[in-house]
């Protein structure tokens, strides 16, 4: 597959990333192979051409398929940057961790990967850093309130919804008070806290807070009220300084 795409016009990078791009694969991992390239790339055109050429198939996803293993395709022209907005639809620090933080080059003829990684590299610009800060904090304390709020009208569903995001968004916090990139904000949340973050005591009342075990909206505002006391032990420190 890489001899496939090296030679693919405006291709100039083929970069392993996921679980296997930072060397925490097991036996049943699909294979993430991020591809940087140049101009435009027909993701469905591309896959099927790479399938044809070393004779196998195309998964639902427009990845390929190899015996048992199913290789996810994730062009990428590297133009990452801050989206603004809500916090939860912008990616920016999950995609500089998955395609230049975590990940392993496979291709890389020029060093223009390397290259490209460097700007990300050690961390945001402060002002950036500050600013995302900033609307996290808000957006944390905007959805426990919404939480709050769906109780009286036992809206289940959409108090745990807000419950996860609060969630995301004091992880998210804590990546950016650190200066460290994030894997992902819902899964390899415990080993992350304790390799990356260095937090091995925010997890199991992390996981308790998310442990609803009544399926109403009240008991989920219950909730609410035990990631407000994790914010306030992990998050306001620096916060107020």
Known sequence: MADHFRARPGVWALVLVGSIGRGAGRADSDVDLAIFHDGPFDLPAEAAGCAAAVGTSVSQNRGVVVGPVRVDLEPTEGDLRPLGGLARLDPYELDVGGL???????????GRWRAWRRRFLPYLPEDVRAERMAVIAADFRHNLGEVRRMAPRDEF?????????????????????????????????????????????????????LAVVRGDAAAVAAKAGELAALWRRFCEEEEDG
Not at 100 to 110: G, N
Request: charged share 15%; aromatic share 16%; with cysteine.
């Open 157 to 209: 569903f959409e108090a745990l919804l807000r419950l996860v995001y609060a969630q995301r968004y004091l992880l998210h916090y804590l990546f950016l008070r650190a200066r460290i990139y994030p894997v992902d904000y819902t899964k390899h949340v415990a080993w992350q806290c304790r390799a990356l973050l260095g937090l091995p005591e925010l997890v199991a009342p992390l996981q308790a807070a």
């Open 100 to 110: 230049a933080v975590y990940a392993t080059p496979i291709w890389d003829p020029d």
